[in-house]
């Protein structure tokens, strides 16, 4: 190429070339990713507001990558999303989370109630096994349904608003527990949010963040809540960093608070730590 545009160019297609190069080598890394054992998960205690007692966790994957060390999902999710990798990694973390929890109810019979919660992406719910898969999950790790939380978003129902209810019901009748993610975020299913057989909204970190000095901020939360409440659903709050953030979902009477006021994501032996920690108050 001759001249500066033309130079400009060339450069840009590089750029595009190497970009494409790098995702291709991430996508064959995370098909070796799942033989190789690399894939963790992490988890995230939720608490309950009125007690401060430790509910439950959320699990959260990550990827151990030899060569690139611990890569956060923001990096490989969408990707695994788009290559349909995320039902191969998503049906390992269900399989994992569960078997984590019977060990840990097992360990800690006195906390008999503990539950884990596990995020399904929209193209691991309308996987045709996806039913099956659960209930196979569910016999061989001999967790029981009431025990399991699925996390759900909203962008999940979009495609196919009917069809994904019917999931949700035929869900529900297993007896596990279905939670709205990120509400607030993306296109709000205000209009058949009634209809959904979920149990509980979780408000996304966004509103939570800047509750304690935005009113209208707090105000959207009340409403969420009130809303929430209306229905005869529970709300968790995620991404709770301060006191003061707390102390007004303690006021506007949410039930459950994750984030980093209590704990980071932590290794299930870790996670254990925190279990043993809450039994003694
Ligand atoms: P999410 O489901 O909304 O999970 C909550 C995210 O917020 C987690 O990020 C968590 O570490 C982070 N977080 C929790 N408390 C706080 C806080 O107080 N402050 C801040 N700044 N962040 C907080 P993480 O683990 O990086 O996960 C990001 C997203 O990746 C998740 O968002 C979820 O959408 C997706 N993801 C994670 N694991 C899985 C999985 O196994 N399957 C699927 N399908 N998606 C997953
Ligand atoms: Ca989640
Ligand atoms: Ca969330
Ligand atoms: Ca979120």
Not at 92 to 102: I, K, N, S, T
Request: net charge negative; proline share 4%.
């Amino acid at each position: 190429a001759k001249g500066q545009g033309g130079g400009g160019y060339v450069l840009f297609d590089r750029g595009m070339h190497e970009e494409a190069l790098r995702r291709l080598d991430l996508e064959l890394d995370m098909r070796r990713a799942l033989e190789k054992d690399q894939f963790e998960a992490y988890y995230q205690p939720i608490m309950r507001v009125a007690d401060g007692r430790l509910m439950g966790f959320e699990a959260l994957v990550r990827w151990n990558h030899p060569e690139r060390g611990l890569i956060p999902p923001a990096e490989f999710i969408p990707l695994a999303e788009e290559n349909g990798l995320i039902v191969h990694i998503g049906r390992w973390m269900l399989g994992e989370a569960c078997a984590q929890m019977r060990r840990w109810q097992r360990a800690f019979p006195r906390r008999p109630a503990l539950t884990v919660s596990v995020n399904l992406s929209a193209r691991q719910l309308l996987h045709p096994e996806i039913l099956p898969e659960i209930r196979r999950i569910l016999r061989e790790t001999g967790l029981s349904a009431r025990h399991l939380k699925l996390e759900i978003t909203e962008s999940a129902m979009l495609e196919d608003a009917e069809r994904a209810i019917e999931l949700l019901e035929a869900l529900k009748r297993t007896r596990l527990q279905l939670m709205l993610d990120d509400f607030g975020t993306g296109y709000s299913s205000l209009s058949y949010l009634h209809r959904l057989p979920i149990d509980a909204l979780k408000v996304d970190r966004s509103f939570v963040m800047h509750m304690h000095e935005r009113v209208e901020d707090r105000s959207f939360v009340e409403t969420i809540v009130n809303l929430a409440h209306t229905l005869g659903r529970s709300v968790v709050c995620e991404g709770v960093e301060l006191p003061e953030q707390e102390a007004l979902l303690r006021e506007l009477g949410v039930e459950y608070a994750q984030g980093y006021l209590y704990s980071r994501p932590v290794t299930a032996a870790q996670a254990e730590m925190l279990i043993i920690d809450d039994a003694v108050h």
